[in-house]
């Protein structure tokens, strides 16, 4: 009887396991008639592939290029189509924005593709740059820049694998990241999301790709890495996003390629290419640069993905033509995302391919390229999402690992002895409006695309930190504008900077100053006399030399994200700074661009920053 009934137990739960995974895919078993060679683990994954590819049609192949926006393609449009790919866009996001129902949504998406008829996993994928920055309550690291200051090969690698956990807890199997951009020019938006002003920054942080992909890609807790954006989106004239690079193809090398051979040498599984044009020529539509360098010189293997509707800008008019997708798949693109327009992009590649304007080959060296990645990262095998890591969600694990990279990636760059704060016996005041500001102190990429102000996900933020810090007998009091401050405090801690921004949106051809609302804050701090610390939240170095003589400490902090405890941990001395510049301080806005080696005087060097004597 107990037998039985453990039988019959037994019997539901495969046939459960059966629905749920659909009715195509056969499941494995010693007793089972050997299915399709794709189908088995047990197969080398290059006879997988060619398996596979010998039963897809030509619809089949075409689709598997394709990503679509998961607002813009239901489960059941997307396997319609059979489309390869589906992202979240920056702030695209299940309601309610929990880890759980982003495992659900995945799955949904999952067990829809694996019903059709060949039954190919899907891969979805997200911009998690600092973080699995899109869903609230995850943890959120410092953006690169501050990484780029931390200097820290080891903790980067670390945050690539605590980023991956909380990826994998939500089913995505891929993330577009790192960003290995070597911004030359502080007004470009994107400053933030690279490491350094020299190749040297992205080359050394480029272990986070070994945190994201594990040891193997088929390991739980992996997903697949994306180089970006390829090549020279820091180089850009004036620090124009999506401008255009002019520069000789040796200072391309010496300064823009370093990164993506470190990346390559690291196993990346896929590089998105960038949407800046090289003297001229969109990357999206170059062959030189995309099949001939990348792929034969460097000898990438991987995937190349297009960015987010970069086939559009080849021929520089809105939307995407036949020409533009038959430029760009022969120049070597093998996936493309085309959040919305993914019927016609269909329709215009099946028309290239039946007239023979794109070749055959080309077709299944993207299908080879795409299809290998998915089954490296064990998608056949194991296409659902694995709930174990949903505890792994904003962790008190990760939030330590996180402050811990937040007061290594602080730069002290001025203190004439104010710094580290009394921790007993002080009475300390603290304004500035990012001073209180879970969504100021993370920056772009938090939540939605933009970033915004505000309580938007849980943390500390650099008050919290600093009044959980204060020791015995000491007092801090806050006002944003500094109202109510005197003659009678220890010091002003004022928290000033920038608020969110992502891409074009932050780029600041007029110049690096602080705001109207930052320069009356300090303004005030100073005249009460009290010394004054400022604390910088910013996405690149400001145009600050003006001020800087009234200030008694200076501390960047960049965007730290939601540990703002980390912050504290400097600011009170439990950690002697050790964060160094991976930029050089501009003197003015008027120097930029300023870059190490270039002759100009900079504010603080490239390298630059100090620490407490013991
Ligand atoms: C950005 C990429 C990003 C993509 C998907 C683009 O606008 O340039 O970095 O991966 O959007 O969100
Ligand atoms: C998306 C981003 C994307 C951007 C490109 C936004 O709507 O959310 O992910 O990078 O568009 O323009």
New binding site residues.
Partial sequence: MASRLRGRRATTTILACLLAAGTALTPLSAAAAPGPIYQNPRKPVADRVADLLGRMSLDDKIAQMVQA?RNAATPARAAELRLGSI??????APTPNTAESWADMYDDYQRAALATPLGIPTIYGV?AVHGHNNVVGATIFPHNIGLGAADDPALAERIGRATAEEVSATGVDWDFAPCLCVARDDRWGRTYESFGEIPRNAVVNSTIINGLQGKRLAAPGSVLATAKHFIGDGGTTGGKDQGNTEISEAELRAIHLPPFRAAIARGVGSVMISFNSWNGVKDHGNKYLITDLLKNELRFTGFVVS???GIDQIDGQEGFTAAEVRQAVNAGLDMFMV?HDYAKFLDLLRAEVQANRVPLARIDDANRRILTKKFELGLFERPFTDRSFLKTVGSKQHRDLARQAVRESQVLLRNDGVLPLPKNNAKLFVAGKNANDIGNQSGGWTI??QGSSGPITPGTTILDGIKQSAGKNSTVTYDREADGLDSSYRAAVVVVGETPY??GQGDRPDGLALDAEDLATLAKAKATGVPVVTVLVSGRPLDIAQQLPQWNALLASWLPGTEGGGVADVLFGAYRPTGKLSFSWPSSSAQEPINVGDGKKPLFPYGYGLTYRR
Avoid: C, Q
């Fill in positions: 926006e992202l979240s866009g920056g702030g695209s911009d960015d987010w509707n959040p939605t695309w992502a891409e």
